[in-house]
């Protein structure tokens, strides 16, 4: 199985919540699990459940018995497997089974899952739920587990979705493409085969001044049995937290990376100060730009090393993120922007020299499949001085206040892959370094030099002799000396701009904007830099 990496999730989780049903047919599963009885679906009944929910205070969680779960810590939840015989779907139809996760210390609350059947008789058809119900004995543990002592209300944590059933890819009963663990966090692997970055269903109130951010919970999935020999799969979800409500409908395909198709409906309990859509959390610990001395044996540590845009005017922009001293937020305003992602662009592994293998992290970007309107993309960076936590999050504001009462829709498509899925036909930055100002001969003190690489073949078809101008703006400060330069390795698509910044006064960023051109032709993405004077 790939790893579920070594960051504990953030934040509260799934909730037990009790639906409005109204039969009493009872299934068994031919896998082993346990279905309970038959009930109505349909999307439009989980947009009301949402809908109605919103109407009334949040219901705090039952959790099963706290002591016990404390000690399913890491290493003890890490023991605990569920049984392949067991999995949803593992008969067919379809190519992909379901297993479900174990309750733990990070993740202690039940999740309700339900199977989804059509329902064919003489007049109509529909679409029936039947509860899978949670069952100590569908997993592997050791006997002294601290697992053996949960009783009810004791329920699934999340699930994961496995490899193909058929074919000669990766086994299927050790391999995954997708998991949801944790509040309403999911996660897929990209074409390398790797989980790195973490998507959300909603972000509320992130770093807010006055309310405390909150961790809204995916408490039941609907998962529809997908079609045979489809790539396709179909899975529906409740949210709920102290501020929404949510309907959530993901279509999950596996490509050589994974496509995530997601529509929700959210639905708002009181106002929320910081509403963040389609979010995403990654980890940003150091790369050869910004390492201290000695502070770890490793060139780099990121999942992540980079938040692209391409913007509502056209525009493609590249922001290199930051480990900050604190905390810090940028503010990217558009309309109806065409997409937005936290990318790992560096894919060496001389470059990170760790079995982990951060080079091949996936990439996750955002498209929106409807007008989003106007609004901000917002950067959230964090201060680190460990890889165990995600510190980075990236997420779309929209400028219409989050309201209670209101009402919010959202179409999106995620893309888990390696490269980001829409690159823009100009030259691209490859790397930044920083360094001290000035010459070997004279360094002068506050004054430092920024080297910043390009790659494309707009720089490759450049007329002989001639060089590409740096379009250089500072929001504080002065640009003392600047040049344009192809790098000297033989690469004629690799050109550098080097430049120093100084008259910096105060700790206040400094925004920077860099993009080469030639004549009237624009050559390369906007390069964007979020400076913190030492």
């Given at each position: 199985m790939p790893s579920l990496d070594r960051r504990h999730f953030l934040g509260a989780l799934g909730a037990l919540l009790t639906s409005p049903l109204t039969s009493n047919l009872a299934h068994a599963a031919a896998s082993g699990l346990t279905l309970g009885s038959a009930h109505s679906f349909s999307w439009e009944w989980l947009q009301k459940q949402a809908q109605e929910r919103a109407q009334h205070p949040f219901q705090a969680?039952?959790?099963?018995?706290?002591?016990?779960?404390?000690?399913?810590?890491?290493?003890?939840?890490?023991?605990?497997?569920?049984?392949?015989?067991?999995?949803?779907?593992?008969?067919?139809p379809g190519n992909y089974a379901i297993a479900f996760f174990h309750p733990g210390k990070f993740f202690?609350?039940?999740?309700?899952?339900?199977?989804?059947?059509?329902?064919?008789?003489?007049?109509?058809?529909?679409?029936?739920?039947?509860?899978?119900?949670?069952?100590?004995?569908?997993?592997?543990?050791?006997?002294?587990?601290?697992?053996?002592?949960?009783?009810?209300?004791?329920?699934?944590?999340g699930f994961r979705i496995q490899e193909s059933l058929h074919g000669s890819g990766p086994d299927w009963h050790n391999n995954?493409?997708?998991?949801?663990?944790?509040?309403?966090?999911?996660?897929?692997?990209?074409?390398?085969?790797?989980?790195?970055?973490?998507?959300?269903?909603?972000?509320?109130?992130?770093?807010?001044?006055?309310?405390?951010?909150?961790?809204?919970?995916?408490?039941?999935?609907?998962?529809?049995?997908?079609?045979?020999?489809?790539?396709?799969?179909?899975v529906y979800a409740l949210l709920e937290g102290p501020s929404l409500t949510g309907a959530y409908h993901f279509r999950l395909r596996r490509e050589t990376g994974v496509l995530m198709e997601v529509e929700t409906d959210l639905?708002?309990?009181?106002?929320?100060?910081?509403?963040?859509?389609?979010?995403?959390?990654?980890?940003?610990?150091?790369?050869?730009?910004?390492?201290?001395?000695?502070?770890?044996?490793?060139?780099?540590?990121?999942?992540?090393?980079g938040l692209a845009l391409w913007t509502g005017a056209n525009e493609h922009i590249w922001r290199p993120l930051i480990n900050p001293a604190g905390i810090e937020i940028s503010y990217f305003a558009d309309e109806n922007p065409k997409g937005f992602g936290l990318l790992q662009r560096d894919r060496k592994f001389d470059d990170y020299l760790d079995a982990v293998h951060y080079e091949r992290r996936p990439s996750l970007w955002i498209e929106p499949l409807s007008p989003w309107g106007k609004g901000t993309v917002q950067l959230v960076e964090l201060h680190t001085e460990e890889e165990l936590y995600?510190?980075?999050?990236?997420?779309?504001?929209?400028?219409?206040?989050?309201?209670?009462?209101?009402?919010?829709?959202?179409?999106?498509?995620?893309?888990?892959?390696?490269?980001?899925?829409?690159?823009?036909?100009?030259?691209?930055?490859?790397?930044?370094?920083?360094?001290?100002?000035?010459?070997?001969?004279?360094?002068?003190?506050?004054?430092?030099?920024f080297e910043v690489e390009f790659k494309g073949v707009e720089l490759a078809r450049l007329p002989l002799g001639s060089n590409p101008e740096a379009v250089i703006t500072v929001t504080r400060?002065?640009?003392?000396?600047?040049?344009?330069?192809?790098?000297?390795?033989?690469?004629?698509?690799?050109?550098r701009t080097l430049f120093d910044l100084g008259e910096?006064?105060?700790?206040?960023?400094?925004?920077?904007?860099?993009?080469?051109?030639?004549?009237?032709?624009?050559?390369?993405?906007?390069?964007?830099?979020?400076?913190?004077?030492?």
């Amino acid at each position: 199985m790939p790893s579920l990496d070594r960051r504990h999730f953030l934040g509260a989780l799934g909730a037990l919540l009790t639906s409005p049903l109204t039969s009493n047919l009872a299934h068994a599963a031919a896998s082993g699990l346990t279905l309970g009885s038959a009930h109505s679906f349909s999307w439009e009944w989980l947009q009301k459940q949402a809908q109605e929910r919103a109407q009334h205070p949040f219901q705090a969680p039952v959790s099963p018995d706290q002591s016990i779960v404390d000690r399913i810590d890491w290493d003890a939840h890490g023991r605990i497997h569920f049984n392949m015989d067991n999995a949803l779907f593992a008969d067919g139809p379809g190519n992909y089974a379901i297993a479900f996760f174990h309750p733990g210390k990070f993740f202690p609350y039940p999740v309700r899952m339900f199977r989804l059947d059509q329902s064919i008789d003489d007049t109509h058809s529909a679409t029936l739920m039947r509860e899978v119900l949670f069952d100590k004995h569908l997993f592997d543990m050791p006997a002294d587990s601290p697992a053996q002592q949960l009783n009810h209300p004791a329920g699934f944590a999340g699930f994961r979705i496995q490899e193909s059933l058929h074919g000669s890819g990766p086994d299927w009963h050790n391999n995954d493409w997708a998991a949801f663990l944790g509040a309403s966090y999911f996660r897929a692997i990209g074409d390398e085969y790797q989980y790195g970055i973490s998507a959300r269903g909603v972000a509320v109130n992130v770093v807010t001044k006055d309310q405390k951010e909150e961790f809204p919970l995916f408490t039941h999935f609907y998962f529809e049995p997908p079609q045979a020999g489809s790539r396709e799969l179909s899975v529906y979800a409740l949210l709920e937290g102290p501020s929404l409500t949510g309907a959530y409908h993901f279509r999950l395909r596996r490509e050589t990376g994974v496509l995530m198709e997601v529509e929700t409906d959210l639905y708002v309990r009181r106002d929320i100060a910081r509403f963040g859509l389609a979010p995403m959390t990654s980890m940003y610990w150091f790369s050869d730009k910004d390492k201290a001395f000695q502070v770890d044996w490793r060139p780099q540590v990121h999942d992540s090393d980079g938040l692209a845009l391409w913007t509502g005017a056209n525009e493609h922009i590249w922001r290199p993120l930051i480990n900050p001293a604190g905390i810090e937020i940028s503010y990217f305003a558009d309309e109806n922007p065409k997409g937005f992602g936290l990318l790992q662009r560096d894919r060496k592994f001389d470059d990170y020299l760790d079995a982990v293998h951060y080079e091949r992290r996936p990439s996750l970007w955002i498209e929106p499949l409807s007008p989003w309107g106007k609004g901000t993309v917002q950067l959230v960076e964090l201060h680190t001085e460990e890889e165990l936590y995600d510190n980075m999050v990236a997420m779309w504001v929209p400028a219409t206040p989050a309201r209670a009462g209101s009402h919010h829709h959202l179409h999106y498509r995620l893309y888990w892959q390696a490269e980001e899925p829409f690159p823009s036909p100009l030259a691209r930055c490859v790397a930044t370094r920083i360094g001290r100002g000035g010459e070997s001969a004279h360094r002068p003190a506050g004054v430092h030099k920024f080297e910043v690489e390009f790659k494309g073949v707009e720089l490759a078809r450049l007329p002989l002799g001639s060089n590409p101008e740096a379009v250089i703006t500072v929001t504080r400060g002065r640009i003392l000396s600047s040049a344009t330069e192809a790098v000297p390795n033989g690469q004629p698509d690799l050109w550098r701009t080097l430049f120093d910044l100084g008259e910096v006064s105060g700790p206040d960023p400094v925004e920077i904007r860099l993009f080469l051109k030639h004549g009237g032709d624009t050559l390369s993405e906007t390069w964007l830099y979020h400076y913190l004077p030492s």
